[in-house]
């Protein structure tokens, strides 16, 4: 069964740092890996997919890299920024159905604070 | 990524009632839509995989009884809430077959 985990848990920085989130997974069969932002009580806002066959992609202040044989996956956060404030979670794909689909597992989640 | 449309957005109702969440899939046909749940400060929790014109296929755990799951066109899956209980009480997300599309979610309540 595909785990996926996220450390640490809750990070508070202040404004300017550069900080990285990390994920992890048991099984490294993947199809992608997706970083996501949730802000409270909201639903999710797709910030960066890696396709299994890429090592990284990037977005503005945000890189997130994927090393499928150690099941690793690290977003990094550039000069961040109070409005960085939410939770970042990252979700592993795997293909259904003959490729047809993309089924997600979660991770449990980085709840970020950026104090100005 | 795909556009979602969840509804509604948020939902009260009193126990032992049953609440439809819809999910439509706005710019392209989705064969196969996926619900997670969500208890507060937690992570994601996928529910059911919903296929159109067959039967869900539910995550261990999830009872296909309490949460019925309909996906009669390549637009549209729902999601019934039957008889909900306290318990119940959650946010329910779905998403598109690509996966690169989320509905907005729908906070339900249950008093």
């Known amino acids: 069964k595909q785990e996926v985990t996220q450390i640490p848990a809750a990070l508070s920085v202040p404004e300017g740092e550069n900080l990285v989130l990390n994920c992890s997974f048991t099984d490294s069969a993947i199809y992608n890996l997706q970083w996501f932002r949730q802000d409270p009580g909201k639903g999710l806002t797709s910030l960066l997919l890696?396709?299994?066959?890429?090592r990284e992609q990037t977005s503005g202040r945000l890189n997130a890299s994927l090393d499928k044989s150690s099941g690793r996956s690290t977003l990094y956060i550039a000069a961040s920024q109070p409005g960085d404030s939410a939770t970042y979670l990252c979700?592993?794909?795997?293909?259904?159905?003959?490729?047809?689909?993309?089924?997600?597992?979660f991770g449990t989640g980085t709840l970020l604070a950026v104090q100005p | 990524g795909a556009v979602v449309s969840q509804h509604p957005s948020w939902v009260i109702c009193k126990s032992g009632t049953s609440v439809k969440i819809e999910c439509r899939s706005l710019d392209f046909q989705a064969t196969t839509m996926f619900w997670y749940r969500q208890f507060p400060k937690q992570s994601l929790m996928l529910m059911a995989t919903s296929n159109e014109g067959s039967k869900a296929t539910y995550e261990q755990g999830v009872e296909k009884d309490k949460f019925l799951i309909n996906h009669a066109s390549l637009t549209l899956s729902t999601l019934t809430v039957t008889s909900a209980h306290p318990e119940d009480s959650s946010f329910y997300i779905c998403?598109?077959?690509?996966?690169?599309?989320f509905g907005n979610g729908t906070r339900l309540t249950v008093t």
């Open positions: 998403s598109a077959s690509r996966g690169s599309g």
């Open positions: 890696i396709q299994s066959s890429q």
């Open positions: 979700a592993v794909g795997f293909m259904n159905y003959g490729g047809a689909t993309n089924k997600l597992i």
